[in-house]
């Protein structure tokens, strides 16, 4: 039987603080590991000057097949995966850093089809949620009920969008929004990644019945808060299994990604790189 093929050369698209470190992190530690970054590719080209080498930039995206990656690591934007996440699996495995782009319906059959033609994978970086295998084993054994992940933080470390983009502190803590993740996702796409992971996480809830929170905390200038809460279905005495997991993670001022997530997703990169090349959608 042919072994499975480990991804190898790995392409980053985005450069921002993300995007910075996962390149520093091929780049220093890559070789010892197996790993050779092939490019790295940024909306904005300018970007990159002066701190990655001409031979790595891509400036054209449609043409990521010519660098032959094994897989490609998202950490720019969900338009990205909207725009490009079905071509990218023609050429390689995916690794999503923007899952609120599959709260788009269509954008998620799109790759759940480009997955199965060309045989690569999906893979989605948890980020901050804490406990995701324990979300997913309560889930698949039919013991989850209810999820809800709140996510606070200073209103300087939203970027919203849409009417969300309007909203504004009423107080010391206020709540931006309340609801299923599939109707944050598109008005916050880069402050409800967690939400995402959690309803990927959570299939029989799925993007419409896992709840998000979205608050703004004055108080929070330096770090941002998620609060996971989960119950079961009630038991033979009337109660129920419940979790709550409280997580701060620093940050600075005015920052989307806090910094344990950016240890996480490199932890994710390299825990995906071992995993066979399943179609489908896996989360790392």
């Known amino acids: 039987m042919a072994l499975e093929r480990v991804p190898r050369r790995v392409g980053v698209v985005g450069y921002g603080r993300l ?93 759940l089809e480009a997955s199965h033609h060309w045989d690569h994978a999906v893979f989605v970086a948890r980020g901050a949620l804490w406990g995701t295998e324990d979300i997913a084993r309560l889930d698949a054994a039919g013991g989850l009920q209810s999820l809800r992940v709140t996510m606070a933080t200073h209103p300087d470390g939203f970027r919203l969008e849409g009417p969300l983009a309007a909203a504004h502190s009423t107080g010391p803590r206020t709540v931006l929004y309340e609801g299923p993740v599939r109707g944050l996702c598109p008005f916050a796409p880069r402050n409800s990644n967690t939400m995402a992971a959690a309803a990927l996480a959570a299939p029989s809830l799925g993007f419409d019945r896992v709840i998000g929170v979205l608050v703004a905390d004055l108080s929070l200038t330096d770090m941002h808060v998620v609060d996971v809460e989960l119950r079961g279905p009630p038991g033979p005495t009337g109660r129920s299994f419940a979790v709550h997991t409280h997580r701060e993670n620093p940050a600075e001022p005015g920052a989307v990604t806090g910094s344990a997530t950016v240890t996480a997703f490199w932890r994710s990169l390299l825990s995906c790189c071992q995993l066979p090349s399943r179609p489908g959608i896996h989360l790392c």
């Not at 080498?53 to 054209?60: D, E, V």
């Not at 969900?78 to 990218?88: C, L």
């Open 19 to 111: 995007g910075q470190s996962l390149v520093s992190h091929l780049v220093a530690q890559g070789p010892k590991l197996g790993l050779e970054l092939v490019f790295v590719w940024n909306r904005d080209p300018g970007r990159m000057a002066g701190s990655v080498p001409p031979s790595l930039q891509l400036h054209n995206l449609a043409a990521l097949g010519e660098r032959h990656p094994d897989l490609v690591v998202e950490v720019a934007h969900p338009k990205i995966i909207h725009e490009f996440g079905a071509q990218i699996l023609h050429h390689a495995n995916l690794l999503v850093g923007s899952p609120s782009a599959l709260a788009d319906q269509t954008t998620e059959q799109q790759l």
